[in-house]
Structure formats: C-alpha cells, structure tokens
C-alpha cells in the first residue's frame, strides 16, 4: 500500500510541476487532444501505458525496489 501512495505521490508531483511551469503548453496540448479522433486518443494512451511499463521494468532490472 505504501508503495501506490508513493507512485501516486510522484506522479501527483510531476503534473503539478507542470501546470506550474507550463500552464499554456498545458492548455494547447489539451486543445489537441480535443481534435484528435478518440481511436487516435486511445493510441496515445496505449503507448504511455506501455512506456510505463517499460520505465518500471528498467528501473527493476537496475536495481530499484517496489
């Protein structure tokens, strides 16, 4: 449990760093996704999800600890 509320932290870290240091970008990026077609939106968040994954697992096979 302690470690979802540790990712959760983080993650809740770096999106207010960016609304903090880039609040227009934020927004223009927002509007782009809005014009995307939603299977194209789906694609996008396929893809994070993944590098996600892969991030975690690289981080696990250099030696971090969940």
Same mark, same amino acid.
């Given at each position: 449990? !302690?470690?979802?509320?540790?990712?959760?932290?983080?993650?809740?870290? *770096?999106?207010? #760093? $960016?609304? /903090?240091?880039?609040?227009? +970008?934020?927004?223009?990026?927002?509007? !782009?996704?809005?014009?995307?077609?939603?299977?194209?939106?789906?694609? *996008?968040?396929? #893809? $994070?999800? /993944?590098?996600?994954?892969? +991030?975690?697992?690289?981080?696990?096979?250099?030696?971090?600890?969940?």
């Amino acid at each position: 449990m !302690a470690t979802v509320v540790l990712a959760l932290g983080l993650v809740m870290i *770096v999106e207010g #760093l $960016v609304w /903090v240091l880039a609040p227009s +970008l934020v927004e223009r990026l927002l509007e !782009a996704l809005r014009d995307m077609p939603e299977a194209q939106r789906r694609q *996008v968040g396929a #893809l $994070v999800l /993944v590098t996600g994954f892969l +991030l975690l697992w690289g981080a696990h096979q250099l030696g971090a600890t969940l």
